[in-house]
């Protein structure tokens, strides 16, 4: 066994390789590429340590009424939601009932059943309706008397209600598998019932009519309060008699 | 007959059940995505598969046969009886536990989050708990090779540990370092997510942690197969290993790089700095040198022992190697495949060249050529050279066994060089079904029907191994003689004392680790916009 010294020179070549690397890649690339993307020497430094200084929207003229909700889903928001109490929201739901059935099954098709719908749901469209991000003159007048409180026991008392039957019923291609070709994703992967998302409503059994009309605002852009705008990029793609069938399929008779 | 021949074939077996069950999954997912099937497959089903099949052929099979052929190392090569084997019990037992809870979790259909897990993603608790216990019973492998070494070396002062030996303990130093990312995510964002204690998760951070686990795992699951080119392949093809020495170097390089540069696997993320994907880039490139010392000095330990059995010329030493001998045989094929996808890793790990390639098919392509290739196929080898010592029956048919190292050969290829070209035609990786209508990627088509045959020829292999191993264990038994490894040519030159300890070289991984990932790690306590919801896969929810 020898007592060469094998193991200082591995640390030391290894460290030679990291300070050369890091002088290039924190400083020299930086340096270069400062020009090329208008930056500062040193905003190009820190952008190559991950540190950038915030820019973008703020910006912007007029930046809040290019966004389309204020909802974000955040901890803070997440917090609140859970915070909701559903007695507390039975007792300020009473009012709800006239359109949206006393059990949050809707009497009317024009009006959309709530009941059974996950509280991050019913939260984000209540808040909407209070900032103005989705505008009805029903619904607008309706929340006015809400707090950020009872904004949270209203979507946990509809969530707490036990849903309306759905359908199961074979998938049309677009709810199965959209239209790739269209750059049109599954409604299914988002809306059920294969796949579902934080924010998006489970819509089978949902009232036909209402979706129909949703769906139109959404093409429209009479309805914008969708965050990044997917729901109207896909409204926009389907044709007239798509948007019906869909609205059909997802609001076909309860079994 | 090997000392704790139950216990290694218990792994062995494990493992290789654990390989031809989910393999299958593989070949049906191929099929399910290909024009041949005739129409999308059920999403939820498809990834479901994916899950299970990662899983336990990323987590399970290889971290058994690495756990199993270190313990027939361990008796063989240190030539006395394994010190701790109720510990090694309990460390299998551990890892049988986990698997089954992960599988059933993947099975219900509440866990199809795919093996990289994927936070926001949150599926059941069992299955991250299950997977938290294949690790845990790995672990108890890593001490056992320490301690086992540890104390060969106490009995032993100044002589230099076996080679194999030496790789192995190697290994499980790197194992350990490498899963305490996937370890940190488990149990500090995924378990506590699913538990319902946190409503958010950084995503970022899971990244950038699972990343530190992700490329070294490979590394991980390598090293039994480097470990059997060095120490069993020459012996096999008749000749001496051409530098012991050369082996160690390889050996200590693989586990001082392989964890620090899994920063490669974010090139695309946003939340790191680009001066740290170009301080990745250059430690993965460093990659090159342990892989062409192997893959040189094997070739020239082959030359040597072509060269002995009256090989002449250029290359005539090639012709003249005993193919007929299942690790000649693998090992060769092996270092071709390694070739090839050894080329795709170096495009891989080009900040810039990775850009065009990330997240395709190429990359399926370039880990399953690499592992489920280059790896697998030793690990097959490993699998034919220890049955014998392990069962006391000799291997049923070298001939059989050949065949089954071709067709592994041969279905892989036709698997994963369409993927290679889909991939650099776009092809988006983790798809349930492509729309094939689609005139703009019509062109994929025949190859990914090709690749899905491929897969056919690939369970064809898998079930010969199985019969192969099966019906050796039930012929005649025959006196086998020891597990005895390759002689080198510098067995006799003095050693440095840093080539036969690891402790130097595991502190510089460390410290390695702390240049690369300490402030991509460290911002994610200051940097809170990488805070997003967690996102249930629970059915029903």
């Given at each position: 066994?020898?007592?060469?010294?094998?193991?200082?020179?591995?640390?030391?070549?290894?460290?030679?390789?990291?300070?050369?690397?890091?002088?290039?890649?924190?400083?020299?690339f930086?340096?270069?590429?400062?020009?090329?993307?208008?930056?500062?020497?040193?905003?190009?430094?820190?952008?190559?340590?991950?540190?950038?200084?915030?820019?973008?929207?703020?910006?912007?003229?007029?930046?809040?009424?290019?966004?389309?909700?204020?909802?974000?889903?955040?901890?803070?928001?997440?917090?609140?939601?859970?915070?909701?109490d559903?007695?507390?929201?039975?007792?300020?739901?009473?009012?709800?009932?006239?359109?949206?059935?006393?059990?949050?099954?809707?009497?009317?098709?024009?009006?959309?059943?709530?009941?059974?719908?996950?509280a991050?749901?019913?939260?984000?469209?209540?808040?909407?309706?209070?900032?103005?991000?989705?505008?009805?003159?029903?619904?607008?007048?309706?929340?006015?008397?809400?707090?950020?409180?009872?904004?949270?026991?209203?979507?946990?008392?509809?969530?707490?209600?036990?849903?309306?039957?759905r359908?199961?019923?074979?998938?049309?291609?677009?709810?199965?598998?959209?239209?790739?070709?269209?750059?049109?994703?599954?409604?299914?992967?988002?809306?059920?019932?294969?796949?579902?998302?934080?924010?998006?409503?489970?819509?089978?059994?949902?009232?036909?009519?209402?979706?129909?009309?949703?769906?139109?605002?959404?093409?429209?852009?009479?309805?914008?309060?969708?965050?990044?705008?997917?729901?109207?990029?896909?409204?926009?793609?389907?044709?007239?008699?798509?948007?019906?069938?869909?609205?059909?399929?997802?609001?076909?008779?309860?079994? | 007959?090997?000392?704790?021949?139950?216990?290694?074939?218990w792994?062995f077996?494990?493992?290789?059940?654990?390989?031809?069950?989910?393999?299958?999954?593989?070949?049906?997912?191929?099929?399910a995505?290909?024009?041949?099937?005739?129409?999308?497959?059920?999403?939820?089903?498809?990834?479901?598969?994916?899950?299970?099949?990662?899983?336990?052929?990323?987590?399970?099979?290889?971290?058994?046969?690495?756990?199993?052929?270190?313990?027939?190392?361990?008796?063989s090569?240190?030539?006395?009886?394994?010190?701790?084997?109720?510990?090694?019990?309990?460390?299998?037992?551990?890892?049988?536990?986990?698997?089954?809870?992960?599988?059933?979790?993947?099975?219900?259909?509440?866990?199809?989050?795919?093996?990289?897990?994927?936070?926001?993603?949150?599926?059941?608790?069992?299955y991250?708990?299950?997977?938290?216990l294949?690790?845990?019973?790995?672990?108890?492998?890593?001490?056992?090779?320490?301690?086992?070494?540890?104390?060969?070396?106490?009995?032993?002062?100044g002589?230099?540990?076996?080679?194999?030996?030496?790789?192995?303990?190697?290994?499980?130093?790197?194992?350990v370092w490498?899963?305490?990312?996937?370890?940190?995510?488990?149990?500090?964002?995924?378990?506590?997510?699913?538990?319902?204690?946190?409503?958010?998760?950084?995503?970022?951070?899971?990244?950038?942690?699972?990343?530190?686990?992700?490329?070294?795992?490979?590394?991980?699951?390598?090293?039994?197969?480097?470990?059997?080119?060095?120490?069993?392949?020459?012996?096999?093809?008749?000749?001496?290993?051409?530098?012991?020495?050369?082996?160690?170097?390889a050996f200590?390089?693989?586990l001082?790089?392989?964890m620090?540069?899994?920063?490669?696997?974010?090139?695309?993320?946003?939340?790191?700095?680009?001066?740290?994907?170009?301080?990745?880039?250059?430690?993965?490139?460093?990659?090159?040198?342990?892989?062409?010392?192997?893959?040189?000095?094997?070739?020239?330990?082959?030359?040597?022992?072509?060269?002995?059995?009256?090989?002449?010329?250029?290359?005539?030493w090639?012709?003249?190697?005993?193919?007929?001998?299942?690790?000649?045989?693998?090992?060769?094929?092996?270092?071709?495949?390694?070739?090839?996808?050894?080329?795709?890793?170096?495009?891989?790990?080009?900040?810039?060249?990775?850009?065009?390639?990330?997240?395709?098919?190429?990359?399926?392509?370039?880990?399953?050529?690499?592992?489920?290739?280059?790896?697998?196929?030793?690990?097959?080898?490993?699998?034919?050279?220890?049955?014998?010592?392990?069962?006391?029956?000799?291997?049923?048919?070298?001939?059989?066994?050949?065949?089954?190292?071709?067709?592994?050969?041969?279905?892989?290829?036709?698997?994963?060089?369409?993927?290679?070209?889909?991939?650099?035609?776009?092809?988006?990786?983790?798809?349930?079904?492509?729309?094939?209508?689609?005139?703009?990627?019509?062109?994929?088509?025949?190859?990914?029907?090709?690749?899905?045959?491929?897969?056919?020829?690939?369970?064809?292999?898998?079930?010969?191994?199985?019969?192969?191993?099966?019906?050796?264990?039930?012929?005649?038994?025959?006196?086998?003689?020891?597990?005895?490894?390759?002689?080198?040519?510098?067995?006799?030159?003095?050693?440095?004392?840093?080539?036969?300890?690891?402790?130097?070289w595991?502190?510089?991984?460390?410290?390695?680790?702390?240049?690369?990932?300490?402030?991509?790690?460290?911002?994610?306590?200051?940097?809170?916009?990488?805070?997003?919801?967690?996102?249930?896969?629970?059915?029903?929810?």
């Amino acid at each position: 066994m020898t007592n060469e010294r094998f193991g200082l020179i591995g640390w030391l070549l290894a460290f030679a390789v990291a300070v050369v690397s890091i002088v290039i890649g924190f400083v020299w690339f930086p340096a270069l590429q400062a020009n090329a993307l208008g930056l500062s020497w040193w905003d190009a430094i820190c952008r190559a340590t991950g540190i950038t200084r915030t820019a973008g929207p703020a910006q912007i003229a007029n930046a809040a009424a290019a966004v389309p909700s204020t909802v974000v889903w955040n901890r803070a928001t997440l917090g609140a939601i859970a915070s909701g109490d559903a007695q507390r929201g039975k007792a300020l739901a009473a009012g709800c009932a006239a359109c949206h059935g006393a059990q949050g099954i809707s009497p009317s098709e024009a009006f959309p059943n709530l009941a059974g719908l996950p509280a991050m749901v019913l939260y984000k469209q209540l808040e909407d309706y209070r900032s103005g991000k989705r505008e009805n003159p029903i619904m607008q007048g309706m929340v006015a008397a809400l707090d950020d409180q009872k904004v949270a026991d209203v979507a946990a008392y509809f969530a707490s209600l036990p849903p309306g039957k759905r359908g199961d019923g074979e998938m049309p291609a677009l709810v199965a598998i959209g239209s790739p070709m269209r750059s049109i994703a599954p409604c299914s992967a988002c809306h059920g019932p294969l796949g579902f998302k934080d924010g998006a409503p489970p819509l089978e059994g949902q009232k036909a009519a209402y979706l129909k009309a949703q769906l139109d605002a959404f093409a429209t852009g009479a309805r914008h309060n969708d965050i990044n705008q997917q729901m109207r990029e896909i409204a926009r793609a389907l044709n007239a008699s798509e948007r019906n069938a869909l609205a059909e399929w997802y609001g076909k008779p309860q079994r | 007959m090997l000392r704790s021949s139950r216990l290694v074939l218990w792994h062995f077996w494990l493992a290789f059940i654990t390989f031809a069950g989910f393999i299958v999954l593989g070949a049906w997912q191929m099929w399910a995505r290909s024009p041949l099937h005739g129409g999308p497959a059920d999403p939820e089903l498809y990834y479901r598969s994916v899950t299970a099949h990662g899983t336990m052929l990323a987590y399970v099979f290889p971290t058994l046969i690495a756990m199993g052929f270190g313990y027939a190392v361990s008796v063989s090569a240190l030539d006395r009886p394994l010190r701790g084997e109720k510990l090694a019990w309990i460390g299998f037992a551990l890892v049988l536990v986990g698997a089954l809870m992960a599988v059933l979790a993947v099975a219900g259909g509440n866990s199809s989050v795919l093996y990289t897990f994927y936070p926001p993603l949150t599926g059941s608790p069992f299955y991250y708990l299950g997977v938290v216990l294949i690790v845990v019973g790995s672990w108890f492998w890593v001490g056992l090779m320490v301690h086992n070494m540890a104390a060969w070396k106490r009995d032993h002062p100044g002589k230099p540990v076996p080679l194999a030996m030496y790789g192995t303990v190697a290994n499980a130093l790197l194992w350990v370092w490498t899963s305490v990312g996937a370890a940190l995510v488990l149990l500090f964002q995924l378990l506590p997510m699913t538990l319902g204690w946190t409503s958010t998760v950084d995503a970022g951070l899971a990244r950038a942690l699972f990343s530190w686990t992700l490329h070294a795992i490979v590394y991980f699951w390598l090293f039994p197969a480097y470990i059997a080119y060095y120490t069993l392949a020459p012996r096999d093809a008749g000749g001496p290993l051409y530098s012991d020495r050369m082996g160690r170097v390889a050996f200590v390089l693989l586990l001082v790089l392989a964890m620090p540069i899994g920063l490669h696997h974010l090139f695309a993320d946003p939340n790191v700095g680009t001066g740290f994907k170009f301080l990745a880039s250059v430690f993965t490139a460093a990659v090159v040198i342990p892989t062409l010392l192997t893959v040189g000095g094997i070739t020239v330990s082959l030359e040597i022992a072509g060269r002995l059995r009256g090989g002449r010329g250029l290359l005539g030493w090639v012709r003249a190697l005993p193919w007929d001998r299942p690790m000649v045989l693998a090992t060769g094929l092996s270092l071709v495949m390694l070739g090839f996808g050894g080329a795709g890793g170096i495009i891989n790990m080009s900040y810039t060249l990775d850009s065009t390639v990330h997240n395709t098919q190429w990359i399926t392509g370039h880990f399953h050529l690499i592992f489920g290739g280059a790896v697998v196929i030793m690990y097959f080898a490993i699998a034919y050279e220890l049955w014998p010592h392990l069962t006391g029956h000799p291997l049923h048919s070298a001939k059989l066994a050949c065949v089954q190292l071709w067709l592994w050969t041969i279905g892989m290829i036709v698997v994963t060089f369409p993927w290679h070209a889909v991939g650099l035609m776009g092809q988006p990786r983790r798809m349930a079904y492509y729309d094939w209508s689609n005139p703009a990627i019509a062109a994929q088509g025949p190859l990914v029907s090709l690749s899905a045959i491929g897969g056919l020829i690939l369970l064809l292999s898998g079930a010969l191994l199985i019969v192969i191993l099966l019906r050796s264990q039930s012929g005649e038994k025959a006196e086998v003689g020891a597990l005895r490894y390759s002689r080198a040519l510098d067995d006799a030159a003095p050693l440095p004392r840093a080539l036969n300890s690891l402790g130097v070289w595991f502190g510089l991984m460390v410290a390695l680790t702390v240049v690369n990932y300490g402030y991509p790690i460290a911002q994610s306590f200051f940097l809170q916009h990488n805070q997003v919801p967690a996102h249930s896969v629970l059915i029903g929810k």
